[in-house]
């Protein structure tokens, strides 16, 4: 090699020395550390530590119980990197969620694990679920951009649906519901994925069917249609009724609610419906008249025979109406209960089927009502706030939709406060995130920056705008 062709190639390397060093210069490394703990953490709760369970196997469940230990100590660590990294930056966002009724609920929970009948095991499932709710809450926020919140969830998304599909495909008897499961084999055929029941994974894949269609709204055309479309024909083939019967409807729902101006129109459109099924459904065994009604329907609103149980958990409810049987754990003592003749097999029941009445057999009519009050009505008002004053109006109909959704599948299926549940995450997720957008301004501060490099966007109080921010939750 002559002398120029040595020069030229040490300028060459002098040159992608400069550049490297460059880029990593310009390299934000706590806004890096944000965006990885974000999709840890979806990725956690979503495809968790111990995905397709062998329903086959009579020791799964201790299987399963065995590996929470790491759990516990995965969420509870990424919780407290999650509280440490917002801490510096969003002291102000962080402020607004000390509100007299979010501080009401953390001291009732705290009652209800004193009063416990099961006091242990409340706690430990206790600190599981402020672990992931800790978690869901600051996500909103962890993100340094919008751009870097739609890259997160879209990668986390087309990640979990990866592993679902290759499940199906390569691993069938962990990822298809089969006849020799050792509960529920007349699920035999019903698409599970990596999560451990099709009840679990049919609402996954509702809410990533809402994400596909936000990405493709903000201009994602290929992750966002990808995302949509994979997860509407898993849903399909999941089976779930509730599912995928509310995907659409509420889809539809929530563009109904978008378009209409009126608070008070909006709380009719939203919760009319949703307190109609409540009594198509709970209210059924209570009454002889809504009974009579849900029996001439064309379709049955039980899901064939939890009218059992539900007559079973109102029971527990009349039992302890103030405090409750403690968080999470009545069902596991279920068996000791007492149930009319011919319903027994109500006691072998996980959950009562119905969120709203979980909760108050759990943590009692206080309890109930003042997650109704922060989880139910609130957003709705947050919601409003976000459209008087403009602000990312498409992020703010994908968290209204997936709460629309909560709501709705709470009516069949048990999901609030509950742990690790993907379902609570996401739901808690969009709570948290029209509770921040009703509240503050995203302001641009620098448009060409890199996701990862330079913040583009900062939290401002809305009253530094102009507004005041009178919405409390």
Same mark, same amino acid.
């Given at each position: ?42 990725? $956690? ?31 509870? /660590? ?6 440490? /990294? ?55 926020? $962890? ?9 997160? /969830? ?10 679902? +599909? ?47 269609? +936000? ?111 403690? +968080? ?60 008087? &004053? ?68 900062? +939290? ?6 102009? &507004? ?6």
């Amino acid at each position: 090699m002559d002398r120029s062709a040595a020069d030229m190639t040490d300028v060459e390397a002098r040159s992608l020395g400069h550049a490297l060093r460059d880029a990593l210069a310009r390299l934000n490394v706590v806004n890096a550390a944000r965006c990885l703990v974000a999709v840890t953490a979806l990725l $956690l709760v979503v495809i968790t530590l111990d995905p397709f369970p062998d329903l086959r196997n009579p020791d799964v469940a201790t299987v399963v119980g065995g590996r929470l230990a790491t759990t516990y100590i995965s969420l509870g /660590l990424l919780a407290a990197v999650a509280v440490l /990294l917002t801490l510096s930056t969003d002291g102000p966002s962080l402020r607004t969620l000390v509100t007299p009724l979010h501080l009401c609920l953390i001291g009732w929970m705290l009652i209800n694990l004193a009063f416990s009948e099961s006091r242990e095991v409340s706690i430990q499932r206790f600190v599981l679920a402020a672990s992931a709710t800790t978690l869901a809450v600051l996500l909103p926020l $962890l993100t340094p951009t919008p751009r870097s919140f739609n890259l997160c /969830l879209g990668g986390a998304a087309l990640l979990l649906l990866a592993v679902c +599909y290759l499940g199906v495909f390569f691993a069938p008897q962990y990822s298809i519901h089969s006849a020799l499961d050792i509960t529920e084999p007349q699920l035999a055929g019903d698409w599970r994925g990596s999560f451990a029941h099709k009840n679990i994974a049919s609402p996954v894949m509702t809410i990533l069917v809402y994400v596909g269609i +936000y990405l493709s709204a903000v201009g994602s055309f290929v992750m966002g249609p990808a995302i949509a479309l994979f997860a509407g024909i898993f849903l399909i083939f999941t089976g779930g009724k509730t599912s995928s019967v509310l995907c659409l409807a509420i889809y539809a729902l929530a563009s109904l609610v978008y378009i209409t101006r009126s608070l008070w129109l909006k709380r009719i459109i939203c919760f009319a419906p949703l307190l109609a099924m409540n009594l198509l459904t709970v209210g059924s065994v209570t009454s002889p008249v809504l009974g009579s009604i849900t029996r001439a329907l064309p379709v049955d609103p039980t899901f064939t025979g939890r009218s059992e149980i539900w007559e079973f958990a109102l029971a527990a409810v009349a039992e302890k109406p103030i405090t409750g049987h403690g +968080y999470a754990a009545f069902w596991d003592g279920a068996a000791e209960g007492q149930t009319t003749q011919g319903s027994e097999w109500a006691v072998t029941a996980a959950h009562s089927h119905n969120s709203y009445l979980d909760l108050a057999v759990n943590i009692g009519l206080p309890g109930l009502l003042l997650v109704l009050i922060i989880f139910v009505l609130a957003p709705l008002r947050n919601f409003q706030e976000v459209q008087a &004053h403009n602000r990312n109006s498409a992020l703010g109909k994908l968290f209204l939709t997936i709460w629309l959704f909560g709501l709705y599948f709470g009516t069949t299926e048990t999901f609030l406060l509950e742990r690790q549940n993907p379902v609570w995450f996401m739901f808690a997720l969009a709570v948290a995130g029209l509770h921040f957008l009703a509240r503050f301004q995203c302001v641009t501060q620098n448009p060409v920056a890199d996701s990862l490099s330079q913040p583009r966007v900062s +939290y401002r109080d809305t009253r530094d705008i102009g &507004h005041a921010a009178t919405v409390s939750a």
